[in-house]
């Protein structure tokens, strides 16, 4: 089993805001695969496919972002799966706009949903995929900002964004977490 997921917040006040790029991400993997992800488990919306013949849990923890690592753990604990079969999405505003990094491991930062999945797990060796959301401007408020709306420009941008990160889940899936590095961080 191979989990992924995507941090975010439920609601639909939350559904395009800069930190649900990890729902939107889950949810372009659920519309290639012609599949919602709606079972509720594990305090999260989920859903088990395959994807190159591995089983996948898609997973979007629902206990906002300030707790998602309570969702996770509870996913990680049940399927008793190493952690390098983790895979978390999330937003970031230290990157450039619409880049993405993946990495093997490291700290939780400055972003509250990775440091509750850091905290739970206690642990800090999983793969995760950052999505640059834009950095916040001069005399804005952090968590205004990425509870705000992508303009539209940004939109156009950051759609190409979501549709690469689910590339390079498909590669972490097939190939492994090197070959998705090698291919996808620029």
């Known amino acids: ?47 088990e496919i395959n994807i190159y013949g591995e089983k996948v849990l898609l997973l979007k ?3 906002y972002m300030n707790n998602s690592g309570i969702a996770i753990k509870k996913a990680v604990s049940f399927y008793k799966i190493p952690l390098q079969q983790l895979l978390v999405i999330y937003d970031d505003i230290d990157i450039d706009f619409g880049s993405i990094r993946i990495r093997k ?8 949903g990775m440091k509750s999945v850091v905290k739970e797990l206690n642990n800090t060796e999983f793969p995760r995929i950052r999505i ?3 950095k916040k401007p001069s005399g804005w408020d952090l968590a205004d900002f990425v509870l705000s709306d992508f303009t539209k420009e940004e939109k156009v941008k950051i ?14 899936i097939k190939d492994g977490i090197d070959k998705a590095m090698n291919l996808y961080n620029n």
């Open 1 to 47: 089993m191979i989990i992924i997921a995507g941090l975010g917040n439920p609601g639909r006040e939350y559904i395009n805001t800069r930190h649900n790029i990890g729902y939107m991400v889950i949810d372009e993997l659920a519309r290639r695969n012609n599949i919602d992800v709606d079972r509720i488990k594990f305090e999260s919306l989920t859903k």
């Open 61 to 63: 923890p629902i206990t």
């Open 132 to 134: 640059g959301v834009g």
């Open 105 to 112: 491991k490291g700290s939780g930062g400055t972003h509250n």
């Open 159 to 172: 759609e190409d964004s979501i549709k690469l990160a689910c590339d390079a889940v498909e590669v972490f």
